[in-house]
Nanobody, 121 residues
Framework: QVQLVESGGGLVQAGGSLSLSCAAS????????MAWYRQAPGKQRELAAQ???????NYADSVKGRFTISRDNAKNTVYLQMNSLKPEDTAVYYC???????????????WGQGTQVTVSS
């Protein structure tokens, strides 16, 4: 089964940068739209950034101009470059992917386990 493995979270001061990576394992699935969601304690999970298989992107207003989502289809990996970080960016960041199982053409949404990003003031 396909899995999403995230890396790159950590602690950074306000104004700093972090890069997140999410690599998909499994060889029988096609990755379609991929995204990064985030959830702070006591808040709803929200979409931070999204990228289609063709490279079209969409960002939450709160991160627009500061975050960049990208993907490397050859590596089955999606990235999130986060610049000018603010304390309000502190959250668990989850990788998300829409996938198609090649043998059946069935579609699923899968999630990574989450990685903590903490921004100190």
């Amino acid at each position: 089964q396909v899995q999403l493995v995230e890396s790159g979270g950590g602690l950074v001061q306000a104004g700093g940068s972090l890069s997140l990576s999410c690599a998909a394992s499994g060889r029988t699935y096609k990755l379609n739209t991929m995204a990064w969601y985030r959830q702070a304690p006591g808040k709803q999970r929200e979409l931070a950034a999204q990228i289609t298989s063709g490279g079209n992107t969409n960002y939450a207003d709160s991160v627009k101009g500061r975050f960049t989502i990208s993907r490397d289809n050859a590596k089955n990996t999606v990235y999130l470059q986060m610049n000018s970080l603010k304390p309000e960016d502190t959250a668990v960041y989850y990788c998300n992917a829409e996938v198609t199982k090649l043998t059946t053409s069935s579609r699923f949404t899968i999630w990574g386990q989450g990685t903590q990003v903490t921004v100190s003031s």
